[in-house]
């Protein structure tokens, strides 16, 4: 291995990064020397590159430039250029910008996302390195993303943990094998293959399971009628293993996406916070969220029909609209769904949130408690930032916006 201070050893690291074949063991190289020297704060004009692929050109246009330059003294420069350059990537291609009344949007939002250098394990300490004896060395913690966990409680109160079991039948609950069948994911089968509907309708009873999520898990369930649910981080859903009579009705707490399996003889029934959701078969993501100020319904295909409870009062949500239910209900026209399932596929994406919206997303996933410190800013946020990203990471990120952040163990203190 090429000694760290070779310049021909960054550039060979970095474009091994960007186009994703670098090793477990050069990541760890290359993660170290990027984590050395970024925390520069960084302006990029709005008319440098028109698009992120030209910036990046750019950016390691100059880099290249610099290396090839024989001074002796170039190899520190080198050094501040690639982590500068690492970090612009990285933010810019994170799609994060931001705007207050007074303020611009500085960074441009990045169609594509590319992976900012991260570490392991799940909680880890890093030491910063003293720059002289009498540098005291300030340690602090980070808390990686989360990841696959649930529990499943069976009908007779067994509780299994799903992220600790083995691929394999789980249990036999009403007439249905539980199986988990692969990392993050449970599936409800029959036992046998031909059941008479009659049959099973007279002599199986109603046999109820949950699943639930933790702060920091997420999970993907197949239900006894072929229907798909992704629960998101602190939910829950509550089932019958069987879809008796002539409703298929499941019980959410907190968010989930459903991909539900048609049948024109049982409508599906989702009972949430003060609504129920109708559909025979169709694609839609319900956010419940206790500490959320409205119920989010966002319909991507097919129809469904919300209903209030505590009014009767419905509406049918054609594709691309979200029904918010608060004191009453709203339906509004989305410029895409993109925001509302941006968590199945792996990101957070604001529009227009507010610090608030932004950090009880963070709190979920991150199995972390937020303090805000003084007056709240007034920012905008809106962009992409990858969900599999540190806890460090993610802040950082957030702190080009000039908000700051102190982490405390679990606790997450915003700052002005």
């Known amino acids: 291995m090429k000694p760290l201070s070779s310049n021909e050893r960054y550039q060979e690291l970095a474009e091994k990064w960007l186009n994703h074949t670098i090793s ?15 925390d520069n704060d960084i302006y990029i004009p709005n008319d440098y590159a028109e698009s992120d692929q030209e910036l990046k050109k750019r950016i390691f246009a100059e880099i290249n ?21 690492a970090l612009i990537i990285a933010v810019i291609t994170a799609g994060l ?7 611009q949007i500085l960074l441009p939002v990045a169609e594509n996302i590319i992976e900012e250098p991260k570490l392991t394990p799940t909680e880890r300490r890093i030491s910063s390195v003293p720059e002289s004896e009498n540098t005291q060395t300030v340690v602090v913690n980070d808390i990686e993303a989360g990841e696959n966990k649930a529990i499943l409680t069976l009908g007779d109160g067994t509780k299994i943990i799903l992220d600790d079991a083995k691929n394999g039948i789980l249990a036999n609950q009403g007439g249905n094998s539980v199986l988990k069948a692969a990392e993050g994911e449970v599936i409800y089968s029959f036992l046998n293959e031909v059941k008479d509907p009659l049959i099973e309708e007279q002599n199986t009873p109603v046999i109820y399971n949950t699943i639930e999520t933790p702060k920091g898990g997420k999970f993907q369930i197949k239900l006894p009628d072929g229907s798909k649910v992704w629960l998101n ?29 048609p049948d024109q003889s049982k409508v599906f029934e989702v009972n949430t916070r003060n ?24 319909l991507l295909e097919g129809s469904v029909r919300v209903s209030d409870l505590r009014t009767n009062i419905s509406q049918l949500l054609k594709p691309g609209e979200q029904s918010k239910l608060s004191e009453q209900m709203e339906v509004i026209n989305l410029k895409n769904t993109n925001e509302a399932v941006a968590w199945k596929e792996g990101y957070f994406q604001f529009d227009e949130a507010d610090i608030k919206t932004v950090m009880r997303q963070i709190e979920r996933w991150y199995d972390v408690s937020v303090v805000y410190e003084g007056d709240l800013p007034n920012y905008r946020f809106g962009g992409e930032i990858e969900r599999n990203l540190s806890l460090l990471q993610v802040l950082k990120i957030l702190e080009k916006t000039k908000v700051h952040f102190r982490l405390e163990g679990r606790e997450v203190i915003v700052m002005r």
């Not at 477990?24 to 970024?38: A, I, K, L, V």
């Not at 910008?97 to 303020?103: A, P, V």
């Not at 602190?234 to 968010?255: D, H, I, W, Y």
């Open 65 to 85: 430039q610099n290396i090839s330059d024989p001074v002796s003294s170039q190899s520190y420069y080198t050094h501040k250029w690639f982590a500068v350059a």
């Open 233 to 261: 981080a602190a939910s829950s859903l509550r089932f019958p293993t069987v879809f008796n009579g002539s409703k298929r009705q499941v019980e959410l707490k907190g968010e989930a996406y459903f991909e539900v399996s």
């Open 97 to 103: 910008f931001f705007r207050s009344e007074t303020k």
């Open 275 to 298: 609504q129920v959701v109708q559909v025979l078969g169709t694609h839609f993501n319900i956010n419940a969220y206790l500490d959320e100020p409205t119920v989010n319904t966002t």
């Open 24 to 38: 477990p063991q050069e990541s760890e190289e290359f993660f170290q020397w990027y984590n050395s020297d970024q």
